[in-house]
């Protein structure tokens, strides 16, 4: 008797990495994975560019959700590398940053306008990480408002068929309905793979649709805990909270949920 079938669908960033981009702790745990062909699946704000790059890294060859949800890609054997886009192009975003800054009264700083010296300074990024960070294609990071300024921006952003989430440093503009939670749909429907189990992986409020769209859903904490817009979901019950931070983290609730050792 074989057991069900599982996907795991992972956050990057503060989820699988820590705020240095280090994943070596879950490297043992990716390696069992791709032994027993368990597909890892990022879902995640980066670019395609950079999860290419984890992806070789990594040794990955499983699909992968990018930009928020903005997108999803794969390689098929007889079709080779595939992409599909669900939402609107940068370039239709990127001017609605200036209008809603304009709406807000207050400046909204995108991420392909910082100086080299702002990226390292908010990303620890710099060189071609930085530019393969910058060169998005469905989804306009910034650099998040003050806190109390953000419902405001939340409800310009509604009014104007768009949305915002909020990931562990940036702030991401989308197309009305863009999320983490669509995209797994669309890359389960386009795989035709609906009776997946999928292991969700997150650690933001940008992560909330992709856990909620998970058969099993675990919250990755940092070393100040798990975020508190996340709180709920763990205290619910509703969603499982990793018992270490990041890739550790990470690592400990795949093998418990999944691998069993
Ligand atoms: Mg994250």
Redesign the pocket.
């Known amino acids: 008797m074989t057991g069900p079938k599982w996907w795991v669908v992972t956050?990057?960033?503060?989820?699988l990495m820590d705020h240095r981009y280090d994943w070596s702790p879950a490297a043992e745990t990716l390696r069992v994975l791709r032994q027993r062909e368990i597909p890892v699946i990022p879902c995640t704000?980066k670019t395609a560019e950079e999860v290419e790059r984890f992806r070789a890294e990594v040794g990955l060859k499983d699909p992968y959700i990018v930009e928020n949800g903005g997108a999803i890609h794969g390689v098929t054997p007889r079709m080779g590398p595939w992409q599909k886009a669900l939402g609107p192009s940068w370039s239709e975003l990127k001017p609605q940053l200036q209008r809603l800054a304009a709406d807000l009264g207050e400046p909204l700083r995108a991420l392909d306008d910082l100086s080299a010296a702002d990226g390292e300074q908010l990303l620890g990024l710099s060189g071609e990480g930085l530019l393969q960070a910058q060169r998005r294609r469905c989804s306009v990071p910034f650099v998040p408002p003050a806190e109390s300024i953000r419902p405001r921006l939340q409800q310009l952003a509604a009014e104007r068929q768009l949305a915002i989430v909020q990931?562990?440093r940036m702030a991401h503009l989308l197309g009305a309905g863009v999320s983490k939670g669509r995209a797994l749909a669309a890359l389960k429907h386009r795989l035709g793979a609906d009776h997946v189990w999928v292991l969700g992986l997150?650690?933001?409020p940008?992560?909330l649709p992709l856990l909620e769209a998970a058969d099993v859903a675990v919250v990755v904490p940092g070393h100040d805990g798990p975020h508190p817009a996340l709180h709920e979901g763990v205290e619910s019950g509703r969603f499982q909270l990793a018992a270490f931070p990041h890739a550790r983290g990470w690592a400990e609730a795949v093998r418990r949920n999944i691998l069993y050792a």
């Open positions: 956050d990057l960033d503060g989820t704000s990931g562990n997150g650690d933001s940008n992560d």
